[in-house]
């Protein structure tokens, strides 16, 4: 019965964060997700009752994230046509390097701060630096991904933590952005804008209107045979199971190495859910190589994909524990700004320089992906290019096929253990090296001529 409480517990939060993100103007205004709201609500009800609620109601929503996450990182790539880099190759390459830029320089600024200023001051461990990329750019999913390598490591407080970050990135990001749009909007950079004010009021409060509502994807198979989304949660799941087998075989594969290697427990320390990911791009290229790929929609997959996240973020939301946020709120506040700060430097004065047309498209979209999630970038990409009339949604999406393997699976699950076995400098001298490499690769390979040599830099290139 505890499993059954939990999941229609929460599923009553996530209604009642629909209810009250379109009662409320301002809630619709931020585009805060309902499971923001519901998971709020979730903390609120949980803090209240104290111990008076009975456990069964929320015992389960612990275990939630860590499970979801997989599911999610597993969808991310089924169904998925690989976009054509050939003719984006160079703006594909100024993405990349700046995505990589911004994320590797998250590690230098919260291991630096870490290092300076929360260890002796604070008295926290110096893996609190690598929330600011983990809670920023990885997002609730990666947070609950990580939740038992926290604990395997001894420190359940990064889960909370973790969490915490999250919820304040996607905040920010949906804030931030938007100010920033409005910014580009009255500096000229933009011009097909959709503001909030522009759409219907249905469309305001988080609806379709009944005459336009789209299809949720697409029926692959027949139903006498297999209902369509059991088929495509089948798929999702044999990803999944590919994302398995390899954490085994790297588990075995562990125990044949040097035992001052083994003793750093790392491989044993990697998180499901980027392994995951992997499963379902073998499974998205199995597909296409076998002519198999009309069987699986994308509409479908992205269903499934959403579906989980809303459930991971409204039962991580709920479960985070106040008393952590009360016990290093200083250290949270500090991390917040240096993060902020960060973001709007690469944003307004990184982007503008290392882009060349639709900068400030090809810029808040990052933005919003490394203060929120994906799907925060994308929502204010919308509302700068709703025709897509930029090259920003194209070359942001050939990004993602090289960005997030490396800086969503294997770095962000091989740097907290490698700061707990091998300490916060060397973790922090590979992302210093890391920043630098990407800036000098666009330096050298990648960097435009500036406008007033423009001219000659045609022209040589025409000889």
């Given at each position: 019965m505890t499993a059954v409480a939990s999941f229609c517990a929460l599923c009553f939060l996530l209604v009642c964060g629909k209810a009250v993100r379109t009662a409320l103007p301002f809630l619709r205004k931020l585009y805060l997700p309902s499971s923001i709201v519901g998971g709020a609500l979730g903390l609120i009800i949980l803090t209240i009752s104290g111990q008076h609620m009975p456990a069964e109601w929320h015992e389960g929503w612990k275990s939630i994230p860590g499970f979801l996450i997989n599911i999610v990182f597993a969808t991310m790539f089924i169904g998925k046509s690989f976009p054509n880099v050939r003719n984006t190759g160079r703006a594909v390459a100024e993405q990349f390097c700046f995505a990589q830029i911004i994320a590797w320089g998250m590690y230098v600024v919260g291991l630096a701060l870490s290092i300076l200023v929360f260890t002796p001051c604070f008295g926290v461990h110096p893996a609190f630096g690598n929330l600011l990329e983990i809670g920023f750019e990885g997002g609730h999913g990666t947070v609950g991904g990580l939740s038992e390598t926290f604990n395997a490591l001894g420190w359940s407080e990064g889960s909370d933590l973790g969490y915490t970050m999250a919820t304040i990135g996607m905040v920010i990001g949906i804030t931030v952005g938007m100010t920033l749009v409005n910014w580009a909007v009255r500096k000229g950079y933009v011009k097909n804008v959709r503001t909030f004010d522009e759409l219907s009021d249905v469309e305001q409060r988080g609806f379709y209107p009944a005459n336009a509502q789209p299809p949720a994807g697409k029926q692959t198979v027949l139903c006498d045979s297999i209902d369509s989304l059991a088929w495509h949660?089948?798929?999702?799941?044999?990803?999944?199971?590919?994302?398995?087998?390899?954490?085994?075989?790297?588990?075995?594969?562990?125990?044949?190495?040097?035992?001052?290697?083994?003793?750093?427990?790392?491989?044993?320390?990697?998180?499901?859910?980027?392994?995951?990911?992997?499963?379902?791009?073998?499974?998205?290229?199995?597909?296409?190589?076998?002519?198999?790929?009309?069987?699986?929609?994308?509409?479908?997959?992205?269903?499934?994909?959403?579906?989980?996240?809303?459930?991971?973020?409204v039962a991580a939301v709920s479960t985070i524990r106040l008393d952590f946020i009360v016990k290093y709120w200083q250290p949270l506040a500090i991390l917040v700004v240096a993060g902020v700060a960060w973001s709007l430097f690469g944003a307004c004065w990184l982007a503008k320089r290392m882009f060349g047309d639709d900068w400030f498209e090809r810029a808040i979209v990052e933005f919003g992906q490394y203060t929120g999630v994906t799907a925060t970038g994308l929502l204010l990409l919308r509302t700068v290019d709703p025709d897509s009339k930029t090259s920003a949604s194209t070359v942001f999406g050939c990004k993602q096929l090289f960005h997030e393997p490396l800086m969503g699976g294997v770095w962000v699950a091989m740097s907290v253990p490698l700061v707990f076995k091998l300490g916060p400098w060397p973790v922090l001298l590979i992302s210093v090296g890391a920043t630098v490499l990407f800036c000098v690769v666009w330096f050298i390979f990648l960097r435009r001529p500036k406008a007033g040599n423009v001219v000659q830099y045609a022209a040589s290139k025409k000889d």
């Amino acid at each position: 019965m505890t499993a059954v409480a939990s999941f229609c517990a929460l599923c009553f939060l996530l209604v009642c964060g629909k209810a009250v993100r379109t009662a409320l103007p301002f809630l619709r205004k931020l585009y805060l997700p309902s499971s923001i709201v519901g998971g709020a609500l979730g903390l609120i009800i949980l803090t209240i009752s104290g111990q008076h609620m009975p456990a069964e109601w929320h015992e389960g929503w612990k275990s939630i994230p860590g499970f979801l996450i997989n599911i999610v990182f597993a969808t991310m790539f089924i169904g998925k046509s690989f976009p054509n880099v050939r003719n984006t190759g160079r703006a594909v390459a100024e993405q990349f390097c700046f995505a990589q830029i911004i994320a590797w320089g998250m590690y230098v600024v919260g291991l630096a701060l870490s290092i300076l200023v929360f260890t002796p001051c604070f008295g926290v461990h110096p893996a609190f630096g690598n929330l600011l990329e983990i809670g920023f750019e990885g997002g609730h999913g990666t947070v609950g991904g990580l939740s038992e390598t926290f604990n395997a490591l001894g420190w359940s407080e990064g889960s909370d933590l973790g969490y915490t970050m999250a919820t304040i990135g996607m905040v920010i990001g949906i804030t931030v952005g938007m100010t920033l749009v409005n910014w580009a909007v009255r500096k000229g950079y933009v011009k097909n804008v959709r503001t909030f004010d522009e759409l219907s009021d249905v469309e305001q409060r988080g609806f379709y209107p009944a005459n336009a509502q789209p299809p949720a994807g697409k029926q692959t198979v027949l139903c006498d045979s297999i209902d369509s989304l059991a088929w495509h949660l089948a798929v999702v799941g044999l990803a999944v199971f590919v994302g398995y087998g390899l954490k085994s075989l790297l588990v075995w594969a562990g125990a044949y190495l040097p035992d001052h290697v083994r003793e750093l427990r790392i491989i044993e320390s990697i998180p499901l859910f980027p392994l995951c990911m992997m499963g379902g791009l073998f499974i998205q290229m199995l597909l296409v190589a076998t002519r198999l790929d009309s069987l699986v929609d994308r509409g479908q997959i992205n269903r499934i994909g959403g579906a989980s996240l809303d459930f991971l973020v409204v039962a991580a939301v709920s479960t985070i524990r106040l008393d952590f946020i009360v016990k290093y709120w200083q250290p949270l506040a500090i991390l917040v700004v240096a993060g902020v700060a960060w973001s709007l430097f690469g944003a307004c004065w990184l982007a503008k320089r290392m882009f060349g047309d639709d900068w400030f498209e090809r810029a808040i979209v990052e933005f919003g992906q490394y203060t929120g999630v994906t799907a925060t970038g994308l929502l204010l990409l919308r509302t700068v290019d709703p025709d897509s009339k930029t090259s920003a949604s194209t070359v942001f999406g050939c990004k993602q096929l090289f960005h997030e393997p490396l800086m969503g699976g294997v770095w962000v699950a091989m740097s907290v253990p490698l700061v707990f076995k091998l300490g916060p400098w060397p973790v922090l001298l590979i992302s210093v090296g890391a920043t630098v490499l990407f800036c000098v690769v666009w330096f050298i390979f990648l960097r435009r001529p500036k406008a007033g040599n423009v001219v000659q830099y045609a022209a040589s290139k025409k000889d």
